[in-house]
């Protein structure tokens, strides 16, 4: 596998669900992201990972929590979401996290009933 | 507030021909600027890109041109071929920042 690899590819879950998505790069860079985009909205940072610590939190609800074990996984741990949380959820990896091109993943489609 | 726009949300050119797509921003301290390409069900495709200290970067097909004065940036594709055909998403970052600064992307339709 090459590039950015992400599963499920889509997803439907209730709203009492625990659920997790995966992300692995296999592009040796040092930072990982996830990123949100809603219906009619642009891309939306969530999360950013250098050297597997988190650097940014932009002020997303605590039922997404994100883990990094290594440099080139990323997970998001989805629980009691709700319906507005629906949407394509993508990862992102760059060589390192500060000002540099972000290499894309297929994304997950989640849709929360 | 978006810091990024994109006010053209679609845009159809005929093959052959030259396609322009417009981007516009807020933040004078942007120094780095990205065109995505996205087709459906799959995720954003690093095109091209530029730096603040330029005004122009080509690549092939794709030429972009940036116009700091205006805080405008602009992706040229010619020719233009019906496989180009997808949604191209402008982003701006900072330098020292890590997030990118996303529009909502104008939809290309290239016809035969």
């Known amino acids: 596998e090459t590039g950015v690899t992400q599963t499920p590819r889509h997803l439907v879950m209730g709203m009492t669900n625990k659920k997790s998505l995966k992300c692995e790069q296999h592009l040796g860079h040092n930072a990982m992201y996830w990123y949100k985009q809603s219906a009619k909205k642009p891309l939306e940072l969530m999360f950013v990972?250098?050297?597997?610590?988190?650097?940014e939190n932009n002020s997303v609800p605590s039922r997404f929590s994100p883990e990094c074990p290594n440099s080139s996984h990323l997970f998001l741990h989805l629980h009691t979401l709700q319906p507005e949380d629906s949407a394509l959820y993508l990862c992102?990896?760059?060589?390192?996290?500060?000002?540099?091109?972000?290499?894309f993943g297929p994304g997950t489609r989640l849709l929360v009933l | 507030d978006q810091q990024v726009k994109q006010n053209s949300p679609s845009l159809s050119v005929q093959e052959g021909r030259i396609s322009i797509l417009n981007c516009d921003y807020t933040?004078?301290?942007?120094?780095?600027f990205l065109w995505y390409k996205k087709y459906p069900a799959e995720g954003p495709t690093f095109l091209i890109s530029?730096?603040?200290?330029?005004d122009k970067n080509e690549d092939g097909r794709f030429t972009v041109f940036l116009n700091k004065s205006a805080k405008h940036l602009s992706l040229h594709i010619v020719p233009s071929q019906p496989g180009d055909s997808a949604v191209y998403f402008c982003a701006a970052s900072f330098n020292s920042g890590y997030a990118l600064n996303f529009g909502k992307g104008t939809s290309l339709l290239v016809t035969p």
């Open positions: 992102a990896s760059s060589p390192d996290a500060v000002g540099e091109t972000q290499y």
């Open positions: 530029i730096s603040s200290i330029k």
């Open positions: 933040n004078s301290m942007f120094d780095y």
């Open positions: 990972y250098s050297l597997e610590e988190r650097v």
